[in-house]
């Protein structure tokens, strides 16, 4: 069984741009959330998702903004890009958005922003 | 609101030496804890989770954790380290109907000296 995907694994932007990130869950999971990790900041919750809604949300700007599609496959979205957006963005899956189910973890889309 | 603060950014051990990584956790409500694991240029990896029941949490690859309410800590132990457990490591906990909404710890970085 395929793990959590995440496409691309790399990218660089320049400051101003936008940029979208996709993930695909594991099959049959339809729970799925976005977190950013950084050296200063360490890792923060971004959003998840469940049956295409938004469950919660994190404290970062209205730049950072995502989705779910009835396939259960998201994509985040960062507009305006600054320099401080330069991270790795971890996606996660589980079957549902209970605390008991456990959370699987991508390896990351590595964003740099210059 | 939940935090969990590791007590050491840094911990450093001969292989076959016994493994301690602290955390300490600030919840309101009945917490979920979690390890990971993140081995470089990885995702995250669960070690053990606690939800309920026994204190005592098995995990993956000799490791285990003990939820200690009073203390409100949950430290991860192994009894005898291995060159492959260097990683960082991380603490993290969920509260009731937050689902995917996991608070991480800073880490801790695991070296293990031949």
């Known amino acids: 069984k395929a793990g959590v995907t995440q496409t691309p694994r790399y990218l660089i932007k320049t400051r101003g741009q936008q940029v979208t990130l996709s993930c695909s869950p594991i099959s049959g999971h339809r729970s799925v959330s976005w977190y950013q990790q950084t050296p200063g900041q360490g890792l923060q919750f971004l959003f998840e998702y469940f049956s295409e809604t938004q469950r919660n949300k994190g404290n970062f700007p209205g730049r950072f903004s995502g989705r779910q599609f009835s396939n259960s496959r998201s994509e985040m979205n960062v507009s305006t890009l600054e320099l401080g957006d330069s991270a790795l963005y971890l996606c996660?899956?589980?079957?549902?958005?209970?605390?008991?189910?456990?959370?699987?973890f991508g390896e990351g889309s590595w964003l740099t922003v210059v | 609101a939940q935090s969990v603060t590791q007590l050491d950014s840094h911990v450093s051990v001969s292989e076959g030496t016994p493994v301690l990584l602290r955390c300490n956790y600030s919840?309101?409500?009945?917490?979920?804890l979690f390890w990971y694991v993140q081995h470089p240029n990885k995702g995250l990896q669960l070690l053990l989770k606690y939800l309920s029941g026994s204190t005592l949490v098995k995990g993956i690859n000799g490791f285990e954790a003990e939820f200690k309410k009073s203390e409100t800590s949950f430290h991860l132990t192994k009894p005898s380290a291995h060159m492959s457990d260097a990683a960082e490591y991380f603490c993290?906990?969920?509260?009731?109907?937050?689902?995917?909404?996991?608070?991480f710890g800073q880490g801790t970085e695991l070296s293990v000296k031949p």
């Open positions: 993290v906990v969920s509260e009731d109907n937050q689902g995917g909404k996991l608070i």
């Open positions: 919840s309101s409500y009945s917490p979920s």
């Open positions: 996660a899956s589980s079957l549902e958005p209970d605390s008991g189910n456990t959370i699987y």
